[in-house]
Structures are given as structure tokens and as C-alpha cells.
């Protein structure tokens, strides 16, 4: 037993139960069937790969989105909460992995905020009190050194992460007599050795006063020192529980793994043989503290994944080759050529498109049309002298339509309203309409259902087939593995690792999550 | 599990059919509320659709609606522009004080002012990336300055001696003054940019969705300016056309016109936040703004009452057309 204290006394008694748990997004079910325990003063980890369900299983237990269906009881009593406040209320709290401070009120004021009329005065806050009152909630999770009076945004990211680990502790024990559930997603990525080692020793104190603790995160090795008990998870599915004296690095790859690839799902043996001209190449590529030193050729007809956990710099490696940031250092050459992008406008002009990660947000246009969205990238092609000719504008978009198969009721229907996968078929029809020679495709399958994922699969052989090269971020591991004719894979900036991934000589996903965590 | 699956279809079927009704309402309030306002109007005062009121009316319109048509493109982005009254006014001005020395000549002049002006509302927007809402309102003050500098601050009449060279704007041509149908011609101009040019199906993407937009490599910084270009030219249009049809140049011509303008395009149902709209729509707006405006008149409503109305009619319009449906919309 880890934490010290008596397992008789609070292991038997079970402080969340759900039953079922599922989550379905427009028809694509991101969580199957979850059943899971905690009991009080249990830390239990939550791992698995990205996209595999933790986050979606986080957001139901903490009130951000209610279940599509099943049961929770928490205390014994069943639990449904519609809001995070709600869950507040039931002793559910979560320390989200985007920083949910509000960085220009002061650190007293973001732990209270919400809660400060304990403070006020006919609607006047006292604010030394407060402060004060900030000050020993830190000091109970050992933080000494932020004043509590200063702005969220004067202070390290590092001591954000512990002020707000210090808010919701002191927000669920108010709630509950130590029969709280904490969450806590990936709060260690940003922390210094000595910084984690604090929060575990808190952690572990909170679960020995009889909280529970669900621990999420990339690290294994963080988990296996933490924890007393591991969900793995791997799409959406519970593949295994295991109690942590029995798990170790190897066995937790495996069940995060699951079953080996079936090659054929990612048609490998229609994977294209790369020619040898380069048509894209990146020297020292670097963006200042993001990634460094990132150098691949990408040949024609090449898929070159590119694989490591979030916030391993393979997303700023992306948005840098579409254009969309810019690089601080290194060069990118595009058929020899050296160029510099200074939007996507320029990446376009040099032969590079991408299909961006967040579909909605920056991918469709989703009050315009399908053929607006379809032709968006092509307009020059279907115009003369500025003017774009409807007849060929229609017959570009209804040509797509039916050679992706999108399910729509005609080109004219506003593209929001297209389940996930027509939507990303739509964008995929945008991105090969423009003809461009390069397309970065970060996240292609995110949120598609699996009927259209074998679509897009046999899509990107076929592009590959004619000589479009594609740089991929796969949406999981196995799909990078299957899909690429070359990985390359990045951990905290660099790369770590290359592997050649012709047909019949893939790597296996053990090797990759080895270089990757 | 079955019994499921069609109670959801038929919920489905049900939020479809209301969907279509919403949608069908929505797409149509924009003539509806046209037709109340012109139906009021008429039960008030027969004489509200005589020929004569009409053709007054129209003549009014005329300006308003170069104006409005401009404006909208920069609506479409999900700018906005407050500046278009006040480059009218100055248009005005300069038009009224210099086409007796310079004759017809003036109109490419103005014709470039107001390209100019739009271009550098553009520029700063884009390139300099302050918000559209205090680069036009000080560019309004900015003009509307000038315009008062170049008249000394009151209305001039053009000499008699030149009036000859103006009267043809107000000359009847096909039953109605030759002003208007310049207005509808630009109209129909603007209408082909919007629905046919590159330019203009790029300015309703950077309003649909800027970042999308982007990423598709749009290049939102033209599109921008040119929406601004297009309204720039619109006001300098309307500008014009008050100095011809009022024969002086009259320093604050424009004053209320750019509360009108965008009234006018939020009564067109073009949302405010972009992506959304037509300048054919915008035509429908104009023309029932005017009909408000000369229906007060003939009711005998009292003139400094009018903005009141502008105003209240710009809330409500625009109210009417958001799009309340979309979770977590920020309305700055």
C-alpha cells in the first residue's frame, strides 16, 4: 500500500461508481460502455493513448458534458450533474490541463472566484481577508512563495497549474468532509521535477484523509509511481484494470495498444513506393521554445508521419509547414526552392494545403454552402480575370460530391449541417481540389466515424498513387503507423526517433511509444 | 433498442420540419417586414404609394442605397465601418465647391477619394490589425473634419452659372430621375462582385469563418481591404449624388446617413457578425428605411424624432437576425 494508510478502513468503501458510460458526437462514439470504481482514498490512474476516451470519461464525471448514456452515484447517491458548479457542489473537482485561470484577476481572486460573497459586504469584497484566506489554502498544499494579491499573468505558468491544484482541493473539501473525487488531467506536464514531487505529496495526503483521485497522464513512469490502480483505455474502450504493484511500463503499452495493426485497414499493400526527387525538405527547422532542429525530406508520393504525445511539438511542426505560424530558425525548401511562409496564402502559393486538426473551428466555413466550402482553395482555378464561373464552380463541387461520396442533399445545403465524416470528406475534397503537390494533414480521421475513416484511408493511398506527397498526423498511433511510408517521431521538441515503414517492415507500436514517452 | 432508434428519427423528423420552418421564416423576414412598413404606411395615407410620393421616395433612396451597398460588403467580413457618412459629406463638399472649375471631371476625382479612403480603413484593419470599429470612427472624424475645413461650415450653392452641368442628374429618364437608375446600375455591379467574383466569395468566407478561411489560404487581408475599397466607394458615390441632386455641397450631408446605412443592411437580414447577406437584401433594407423615413414625414412626425426611430429600428433589426442558436457566441 502506498500512501501509508489503513487499507481496511477506506478501500471497501466506494466513493464513485458509473455504470455504462457512453458518449456519442453526431453518430462517432468516443466512449463505449465504461464501468469504473473509486473507492475513498484511492488514486487511480486513467491511461491510454490520444482520442483513446480519457478526457471524454474526465468531462462526464466533472460535469462539462453529461453522458449519452449510463448511470453514475457518488457518496451512494446517484449523480447527474449539468455544470461544473453542480459537480463542485457533490465534491467532484478537476484540474483541467488548459489553464482555467482568469489570468488578469489576481491569484485570491481566482481561487475564490464564484465564492467570494463569504468575503464581501453589502456587495464590497474585503480583500485583505481574502487574501488571507488564499494564503493558508495555499500553504496547504505547500505554495509559500506566489502572493496571493498578484495577477494570475505575473506569475510562472508552473505556479498557475499548483494555484489552481490548490483551488479546486479547497473547493471540493468545503463541499464534502474529505469524500471528495478529484481529477486531475496531465498536471504534471508543466511542472519541474521538485514542483511534481510537492503535488504527489499532496495528492497522496489528500487521498490519505479519504478522497479519491483519478490521475491522468502521458507519463507513464508518473503513473506508476503515483497510483494505486490503472484503467487503460484504448478508442473509447476499457481494454484493461490493473492494480499498480502488478503493471509496469511494458505491460501498459501492450494493453494501450491492443490488438497489432491489421495492415489491410490501412491498406498497406496499396502503399505507394516514394519516388526519390525530394519535393519538400526542412533543415534545423526550429520555433523558439516549441521544437528545435526538426530536419525530413518528404519525397513524392511519401506518407512521413509524424508521431509523439500532445505538446510534443509535432503540432507547431504542422502549423509551421502550412503556414499558419512561423518558424524562428531553419529552413524549408519546397522542390529546392527556399521559402518562407508568411500565412497559408503563401504555403498555397507554394504547393502545400493542409486539412486542419479542429474541423469546426478551423476548417469548414459552416454557414456557407458545400460548394463555397469545397471551391474555397480552387477559386483561381475555376476563375478568369477575377470572375468565377458558377457552371464550372457547380460542376467542381458536384464532382467532388460524388466522387467522395458525400451524403448531403445537394451542393447548395450549408455545410454545418453534414455529419463529421461528410464534413471532412468535404474538406478533403477542398484540399485536393487546389492540386497542390504537398498536403499536411494533421488529424484527418479526428471525430469521423469509422465508415468514412476506411474512406479517407484508401483516399490518401490513392493521392499518394499520383504523386501527392503528405506529412500525417495520425489520430492514433495506429493509424500513423499504417498509413506512413516513413515516421518520425517527437518528444518535448525533437525528434527521438526515425523509422522506415515500408510495406511488411512497420514497426511495431511498442518501439514508437518507447521513442514517443 | 429499435423502438429507440425510431422515436429518434421521428424526434429527428420533427426538429427537421421546425428547422425548415424556422429557416423558411427567417429567410423571408427581411421582405415581410418590408411589406408591414409599406402596408402601415399606406393604411395611414393612401397617397403613400401615388406616383408622386414614390418617385420622391426612390429619389431619396438613391444615395442611400450606394451608400448601404458598399457598406454591406465590409458587414460581410464581420467589420464594420462608421466612417461612410462622414467621406459622403466630404464628397459632397468637395464636389459641390469644385465641378463648376473642374466640370465632369470631378467624378473619377471623387470616385478615387473614396476608393482611397476605403483603402486606408483597410490597411489599418489589416496591417496594423486595429479593429474596424475605431479605425472608421476616427477616420470618420477625420473626414467629416475636412469637410467642414473646405466649406467653412456651411452649405454653398453651386453658381447658377454651372447649374447646367448638374441638372441632368435630376432629370426624369424612363419616369424616374436619372440618379436612380445610376444607383441601381452600381447595384447591380456590386451584386456581380458578390456573387460571382473571387474577391467576393473570399470577403463571405473571412466572415463565415476568418481562421477557416485562412487556413484554406484565403487571403483575408485583400479580401478585407478590398470590402473597405467597396464601401469607400459606395459613400463617395452617395456623396456625389447629393451635391448633384441638391445642387450645393452641404457639410453635413452625411451625418445621418451611416446610422441609416447600416440600418438598412441589418433590416436586409444581413447578420452583423458576417458571413451572411446580400446587396440585393440590402436593396429591400434601403427601401424600406425610406419608406419609414418619407411615411414619418408625410404623418407629420417631427424630424429630431426620426433618429430615435433609426435607432430603435437598428436594434430590433438586428436583434431579429443573430444567430441566437450558436452556443458560446461572444457578441463584442
Known sequence: ?517 | MAAQTQTQTQTNMGSKMKLFVKDAVSRYTYILCAVSVVGAFYVLNPRFLSMYSVQNMLVEAAPLLLMAAGISFVLFTGCIDLSTGAVASCVCVLTGTYVARVGHGIIPLMILLGVAAGFANGCIVTKLKVPSFIVTLCAQSVWKCVALVQSGGGSKNIPIASRSLVLWASKPFLHFPAICWIALAVLMIFFFIQQKSVVGKNIFAVGANERAARMAGVDTAKAKIYAFVYSGLGSALAGMIYAYKLKSSVPNIGDPLNLMAISAVALGGTLMSGGKGSVFRTLVGVLTVTAISSGMNMAGVDAFWKDIVYGVVLIGAIAVNSEKGVRDLVVR
Not at chain 1, 500500500?1 to 462517432?28: A, C, D, H, I, V
Not at chain 1, 460542376?395 to 453534414?418: D, H, P
Not at chain 1, 466515424?449 to 503528405?470: A, H, P
Request: contains cysteine.
Open chain 1, 1 to 517: 500500500m502506498k500512501n501509508g494508510l489503513n487499507e481496511r478502513e477506506f478501500l471497501p468503501r466506494l466513493l464513485f461508481k458509473g455504470r455504462n458510460l457512453s458518449k456519442t458526437y453526431g453518430g462517432n462514439t468516443v466512449l463505449r460502455n465504461i464501468d469504473i470504481d473509486i473507492y475513498r482514498g484511492e488514486i487511480a490512474g486513467l491511461v491510454g493513448e490520444n482520442g483513446a476516451g480519457k478526457s471524454t470519461l474526465l468531462k462526464i464525471i466533472s460535469g462539462v458534458e453529461p453522458p449519452s448514456t449510463g448511470e453514475m452515484e457518488m457518496n451512494g447517491s446517484p449523480y447527474k450533474c449539468s455544470s461544473i458548479l453542480d459537480a463542485h457542489r457533490r465534491g467532484v473537482g478537476m484540474v483541467f490541463q488548459e489553464q482555467s485561470l482568469t489570468a488578469n484577476l489576481t491569484v485570491a481572486q481566482n481561487i475564490y472566484r464564484g465564492r467570494e460573497s463569504r468575503f464581501s459586504v453589502l456587495g464590497l469584497v474585503r480583500w485583505g481577508k481574502m487574501n488571507a484566506a488564499a494564503q493558508k489554502v495555499m500553504a496547504a498544499v505547500d505554495i509559500r512563495d506566489i502572493p496571493p494579491d498578484r495577477k494570475v499573468w505575473n506569475i510562472p505558468f508552473a505556479a498557475r497549474q499548483r494555484v489552481e491544484i490548490a483551488k479546486v482541493l479547497d473547493i471540493v473539501s468545503n463541499a464534502t468532509e474529505d469524500r471528495s473525487l478529484i481529477l486531475l488531467d496531465e498536471p504534471t506536464t508543466v511542472l519541474s521535477r521538485e514542483e511534481m514531487e510537492s503535488l504527489f505529496r499532496e495528492v497522496r495526503k489528500m487521498a490519505g484523509r479519504g478522497n479519491g483521485v483519478i490521475f491522468v497522464s502521458h507519463r507513464l513512469s508518473e503513473v506508476l509511481e503515483l497510483t494505486d490502480r490503472i484503467y487503460v483505455f484504448k478508442d473509447g474502450e476499457k481494454t484493461a484494470v490493473l492494480k499498480t504493484s502488478e503493471a509496469s511500463e511494458d505491460i501498459l503499452y501492450e494493453k494501450m495498444v491492443g490488438r497489432e495493426t491489421t495492415g489491410e485497414y490501412y491498406l498497406s499493400a496499396r502503399q505507394a513506393l516514394p519516388s526519390d526527387d525530394v519535393v519538400l525538405e526542412t533543415e534545423a527547422l526550429s520555433q523558439w521554445g516549441v521544437f528545435i532542429h526538426v530536419s525530413f525530406k518528404l519525397r513524392r508520393g511519401e506518407v512521413l508521419g509524424i508521431c509523439g504525445v500532445e505538446g510534443s511539438g509535432k503540432e507547431a511542426v504542422c502549423s509551421v509547414l502550412c503556414g499558419d505560424e512561423s518558424a524562428t530558425g531553419g529552413t524549408i525548401r519546397v522542390n529546392g526552392e527556399k521559402r518562407t511562409f508568411v500565412s497559408p496564402k503563401d504555403a498555397l502559393d507554394a504547393g502545400i494545403l493542409s486539412v486542419p486538426r479542429n474541423r469546426r473551428e478551423d476548417g469548414i466555413l459552416g454557414m456557407l454552402s458545400i460548394r463555397e466550402n469545397i471551391t474555397l482553395s480552387s477559386l483561381k482555378k475555376l476563375a478568369s480575370h477575377g470572375v468565377v464561373s458558377l457552371k464550372k464552380q457547380n460542376e467542381e463541387a458536384l464532382s467532388w460530391v460524388t466522387r467522395l461520396g458525400i451524403k448531403c442533399s445537394g451542393i447548395f445545403q450549408r455545410i454545418s449541417n453534414l455529419s463529421g465524416g461528410n464534413a471532412q470528406k468535404a474538406i478533403f475534397a477542398r484540399v485536393l481540389g487546389s492540386d497542390c503537390p504537398i498536403l499536411v494533414l494533421d488529424h484527418p480521421t479526428r471525430g469521423v466515424d469509422v465508415g468514412s475513416k476506411g474512406e479517407i484511408y484508401s483516399l490518401i493511398r490513392e493521392i499518394t498513387k499520383r504523386g501527392v506527397s503528405v506529412v500525417l498526423l495520425g489520430d492514433t498511433l495506429d493509424e500513423c503507423i499504417g498509413l506512413a511510408s516513413r515516421i518520425l517521431v517527437m518528444k518535448d521538441g525533437i525528434v527521438t526517433g526515425e523509422f522506415d515503414c515500408s510495406h511488411g517492415r512497420k514497426p511495431s507500436q511498442v518501439e514508437v511509444v518507447q521513442k514517443m514517452m
